[in-house]
Protein backbone atom coordinates (compact mmCIF):
# COMPACT_ATOMS: atom_id res chain seq x y z
CA UNK A 1 0.00 0.00 0.00
CA UNK A 2 1.66 3.24 -0.80
CA UNK A 3 2.67 6.00 1.50
CA UNK A 4 -0.36 8.42 0.22
CA UNK A 5 -3.27 6.06 0.64
CA UNK A 6 -1.79 4.79 4.05
CA UNK A 7 -1.76 8.33 5.39
CA UNK A 8 -5.40 9.46 3.73
CA UNK A 9 -6.97 6.13 5.84
CA UNK A 10 -4.62 6.90 8.64
CA UNK A 11 -6.23 10.98 8.34
CA UNK A 12 -9.80 9.28 8.10
CA UNK A 13 -9.41 7.11 11.19
CA UNK A 14 -8.24 9.94 13.46
CA UNK A 15 -10.99 11.68 12.68
CA UNK A 16 -13.74 9.41 12.81
CA UNK A 17 -12.10 7.46 16.05
CA UNK A 18 -12.46 10.96 18.05
CA UNK A 19 -15.57 11.73 17.17
CA UNK A 20 -16.68 8.34 17.92
CA UNK A 21 -15.23 8.76 21.34
CA UNK A 22 -16.56 12.26 21.73
CA UNK A 23 -19.99 10.81 20.70
CA UNK A 24 -19.23 8.20 23.23
CA UNK A 25 -18.77 10.54 26.24
CA UNK A 26 -21.98 12.07 25.11
CA UNK A 27 -24.03 9.66 25.32
CA UNK A 28 -21.82 7.72 28.33
CA UNK A 29 -21.98 10.90 30.97
CA UNK A 30 -25.87 10.39 30.95
CA UNK A 31 -25.45 6.69 32.30
CA UNK A 32 -23.28 7.75 35.35
CA UNK A 33 -26.86 7.18 37.63
CA UNK A 34 -27.13 3.76 36.41
CA UNK A 35 -24.73 0.93 37.71
CA UNK A 36 -21.31 0.20 36.73
CA UNK A 37 -22.59 -2.68 34.99
CA UNK A 38 -24.41 -0.42 32.31
CA UNK A 39 -21.12 1.34 31.55
CA UNK A 40 -18.74 -1.34 30.88
CA UNK A 41 -21.48 -2.53 27.98
CA UNK A 42 -21.40 0.56 26.88
CA UNK A 43 -17.52 1.07 26.68
CA UNK A 44 -17.57 -2.44 25.26
CA UNK A 45 -19.55 -1.35 22.48
CA UNK A 46 -17.10 1.74 21.95
CA UNK A 47 -14.42 -0.36 22.13
CA UNK A 48 -15.25 -3.26 19.51
CA UNK A 49 -16.36 -0.11 17.69
CA UNK A 50 -12.74 1.20 17.46
CA UNK A 51 -11.52 -1.87 16.43
CA UNK A 52 -13.96 -2.16 13.57
CA UNK A 53 -13.03 1.34 12.39
CA UNK A 54 -9.37 -0.25 12.74
CA UNK A 55 -10.05 -3.11 10.78
CA UNK A 56 -12.22 -1.28 8.14
CA UNK A 57 -10.43 1.73 7.65
CA UNK A 58 -6.62 1.45 8.44
CA UNK A 59 -6.61 -2.55 7.61
CA UNK A 60 -5.73 -3.47 11.07
CA UNK A 61 -6.50 -6.67 12.26
CA UNK A 62 -6.47 -7.80 15.64
CA UNK A 63 -5.28 -11.25 16.58
CA UNK A 64 -5.66 -12.47 20.30
CA UNK A 65 -3.30 -15.62 21.07
CA UNK A 66 -4.09 -17.23 24.34
CA UNK A 67 -7.57 -16.11 24.82
CA UNK A 68 -8.20 -19.19 27.23
CA UNK A 69 -6.12 -17.30 29.76
CA UNK A 70 -8.13 -14.79 29.84
CA UNK A 71 -10.55 -14.54 33.14
CA UNK A 72 -13.89 -15.27 31.95
CA UNK A 73 -15.12 -13.68 35.20
CA UNK A 74 -13.76 -12.89 38.96
CA UNK A 75 -10.76 -10.81 39.91
CA UNK A 76 -7.61 -11.02 38.13
CA UNK A 77 -4.55 -8.62 37.31
CA UNK A 78 -3.73 -8.23 33.66
CA UNK A 79 0.36 -7.42 33.73
CA UNK A 80 0.21 -5.68 30.12
CA UNK A 81 2.95 -4.40 27.45
CA UNK A 82 2.01 -0.99 26.57
CA UNK A 83 3.30 0.21 23.19
CA UNK A 84 0.31 2.28 22.10
CA UNK A 85 -3.03 4.07 22.70
CA UNK A 86 -4.64 0.98 21.18
CA UNK A 87 -4.06 -1.12 24.33
CA UNK A 88 -5.80 1.53 26.82
CA UNK A 89 -8.75 0.32 24.46
CA UNK A 90 -8.71 -3.44 23.99
CA UNK A 91 -9.49 -4.73 27.59
CA UNK A 92 -12.87 -2.94 27.50
CA UNK A 93 -13.75 -5.30 24.55
CA UNK A 94 -11.65 -8.57 25.67
CA UNK A 95 -12.71 -8.73 29.91
CA UNK A 96 -15.72 -8.57 31.23
CA UNK A 97 -14.92 -5.83 33.81
CA UNK A 98 -12.00 -4.55 33.77
CA UNK A 99 -10.33 -1.89 35.84
CA UNK A 100 -7.45 0.50 33.98
CA UNK A 101 -4.56 1.66 36.28
CA UNK A 102 -4.16 5.17 34.77
CA UNK A 103 -2.53 8.60 35.18
CA UNK A 104 -4.02 10.58 37.68
CA UNK A 105 -4.55 13.52 35.24
CA UNK A 106 -6.28 11.33 32.77
CA UNK A 107 -9.23 10.74 35.00
CA UNK A 108 -9.67 15.12 35.23
CA UNK A 109 -10.47 14.70 31.45
CA UNK A 110 -14.82 16.42 31.54
CA UNK A 111 -16.84 13.53 31.30
CA UNK A 112 -14.57 10.90 30.31
CA UNK A 113 -12.84 10.73 33.81
CA UNK A 114 -16.58 10.97 35.70
CA UNK A 115 -17.37 7.35 33.44
CA UNK A 116 -13.75 5.98 34.12
CA UNK A 117 -14.33 6.19 37.91
CA UNK A 118 -17.37 5.40 37.49
CA UNK A 119 -16.17 1.71 35.88
CA UNK A 120 -14.01 1.93 39.00
CA UNK A 121 -10.70 2.35 37.23
CA UNK A 122 -7.57 3.36 39.36
CA UNK A 123 -5.76 6.38 39.56
CA UNK A 124 -2.06 6.84 40.22
CA UNK A 125 0.30 9.94 40.88
CA UNK A 126 3.80 8.43 39.22
CA UNK A 127 5.45 11.03 40.92
CA UNK A 128 3.88 10.51 44.74
CA UNK A 129 6.50 7.92 45.49
CA UNK A 130 4.89 6.05 48.68
CA UNK A 131 2.29 7.50 49.41
CA UNK A 132 0.70 7.00 46.25
CA UNK A 133 1.68 2.95 45.95
CA UNK A 134 -0.18 2.66 49.09
CA UNK A 135 -3.05 4.05 48.07
CA UNK A 136 -2.92 2.32 44.57
CA UNK A 137 -2.42 -0.60 46.65
CA UNK A 138 -5.66 0.02 49.00
CA UNK A 139 -7.69 0.87 45.71
CA UNK A 140 -6.65 -2.24 44.37
CA UNK A 141 -7.81 -4.25 47.34
CA UNK A 142 -11.33 -2.11 46.75
CA UNK A 143 -11.96 -3.22 43.09
CA UNK A 144 -10.67 -6.84 43.61
CA UNK A 145 -13.29 -6.95 46.05
CA UNK A 146 -15.73 -6.31 43.40
CA UNK A 147 -15.00 -8.45 41.15
CA UNK A 148 -13.15 -6.44 38.37
CA UNK A 149 -10.08 -7.22 36.26
CA UNK A 150 -7.41 -5.44 37.27
CA UNK A 151 -5.30 -3.74 34.05
CA UNK A 152 -2.09 -2.42 34.92
CA UNK A 153 1.24 -1.18 32.64
CA UNK A 154 3.99 -2.73 34.48
CA UNK A 155 6.34 -0.33 32.67
CA UNK A 156 4.02 2.57 33.51
CA UNK A 157 4.45 4.45 30.20
CA UNK A 158 4.41 2.90 26.30
CA UNK A 159 7.55 1.78 25.22
CA UNK A 160 8.63 1.18 21.28
CA UNK A 161 8.77 -2.49 19.71
CA UNK A 162 12.07 -4.02 20.80
CA UNK A 163 12.38 -1.51 23.66
CA UNK A 164 12.39 -2.62 27.17
CA UNK A 165 11.61 -0.35 30.21
CA UNK A 166 12.01 -1.46 33.99
CA UNK A 167 9.01 -2.64 35.71
CA UNK A 168 7.69 -0.04 38.20
CA UNK A 169 7.17 -2.01 41.50
CA UNK A 170 3.03 -1.37 42.00
CA UNK A 171 1.96 -4.10 39.94
CA UNK A 172 3.58 -6.65 42.69
CA UNK A 173 2.30 -4.87 45.58
CA UNK A 174 -0.66 -4.84 44.23
CA UNK A 175 -0.60 -8.78 43.30
CA UNK A 176 0.62 -8.87 47.46
CA UNK A 177 -2.22 -7.05 48.87
CA UNK A 178 -5.13 -8.95 46.74
CA UNK A 179 -3.89 -12.53 46.42
CA UNK A 180 -5.02 -12.42 42.68
CA UNK A 181 -3.28 -14.26 39.89
CA UNK A 182 -1.15 -12.15 37.45
CA UNK A 183 -1.66 -12.74 33.91
CA UNK A 184 1.15 -11.26 31.45
CA UNK A 185 0.81 -10.19 27.95
CA UNK A 186 2.73 -9.11 25.54
CA UNK A 187 1.74 -7.15 22.28
CA UNK A 188 3.40 -5.54 18.70
CA UNK A 189 0.54 -2.99 18.72
CA UNK A 190 3.20 -0.06 18.90
CA UNK A 191 3.98 -1.58 15.02
CA UNK A 192 0.78 -0.55 13.66
CA UNK A 193 -0.27 2.08 15.71
CA UNK A 194 3.17 4.23 17.33
CA UNK A 195 3.46 6.50 20.22
CA UNK A 196 1.75 9.54 19.17
CA UNK A 197 1.97 8.50 15.63
CA UNK A 198 -0.51 10.02 12.99
CA UNK A 199 0.16 7.00 10.80
CA UNK A 200 -1.27 3.64 11.45
CA UNK A 201 0.09 1.09 9.56
CA UNK A 202 -1.84 -1.85 8.23
CA UNK A 203 -1.29 -5.76 9.15
CA UNK A 204 -2.26 -8.15 11.93
CA UNK A 205 -1.97 -6.86 15.31
CA UNK A 206 -1.01 -9.33 18.00
CA UNK A 207 -2.06 -9.81 21.79
CA UNK A 208 -0.51 -12.46 23.15
CA UNK A 209 -2.23 -13.83 26.69
CA UNK A 210 -0.09 -15.48 28.25
CA UNK A 211 -0.66 -18.62 30.99
CA UNK A 212 -1.75 -16.81 34.76
CA UNK A 213 1.14 -16.74 37.23
CA UNK A 214 -0.40 -17.96 40.61
CA UNK A 215 -0.66 -15.91 43.52
CA UNK A 216 1.47 -16.41 46.71
CA UNK A 217 4.94 -15.57 45.16
CA UNK A 218 7.26 -12.97 47.01
CA UNK A 219 6.83 -10.03 45.02
CA UNK A 220 11.14 -10.22 43.50
CA UNK A 221 10.29 -13.69 42.19
CA UNK A 222 6.61 -12.27 40.70
CA UNK A 223 8.37 -9.63 38.74
CA UNK A 224 11.00 -11.70 37.48
CA UNK A 225 8.40 -14.50 36.42
CA UNK A 226 6.14 -11.95 34.73
CA UNK A 227 8.67 -9.40 33.10
CA UNK A 228 10.51 -12.47 31.90
CA UNK A 229 7.15 -14.04 30.41
CA UNK A 230 6.21 -10.49 28.53
CA UNK A 231 9.97 -10.23 27.06
CA UNK A 232 9.99 -13.79 25.78
CA UNK A 233 6.63 -13.72 24.20
CA UNK A 234 7.83 -10.07 22.61
CA UNK A 235 10.86 -11.45 21.21
CA UNK A 236 8.71 -14.28 19.31
CA UNK A 237 6.49 -12.10 17.92
CA UNK A 238 9.30 -9.74 16.58
CA UNK A 239 11.25 -13.00 15.36
CA UNK A 240 7.94 -13.96 13.50
CA UNK A 241 7.92 -10.70 11.66
CA UNK A 242 11.61 -10.33 11.38
CA UNK A 243 11.35 -7.23 13.20
CA UNK A 244 10.03 -5.50 10.28
CA UNK A 245 7.43 -3.03 9.56
CA UNK A 246 4.59 -3.99 8.60
CA UNK A 247 3.73 -3.96 5.01
CA UNK A 248 3.16 -0.10 3.55
CA UNK A 249 5.81 1.18 6.60
Known amino acids: ?4 LTGLRSALFNLLFFTFTALA ?11 P ?13 VLWLLRVVCGIRLRVTGAENLPVDGPAIIAAQHQSAFDTVVWHALLPRPSY ?9 PGWGAMARHVHSI ?5 GGASSLKRLVRAARET ?9 FPEGTRSAPGERQPWQPGFAAMAAATALPVVPVATDSGRFWGRRAFTKRPGVLT ?6 IPPGLPRAELTVRAETAVVEASALLERATGGADPPGA
Open 207 to 212: VAVLPP
Open 37 to 49: GVMHRFLRGWAKG
Open 101 to 109: VMKEELMRI
Open 1 to 4: MSDF
Open 144 to 152: AALGYQIVI
Open 25 to 35: VIFGVPLLPFP
Open 123 to 127: PVDRE
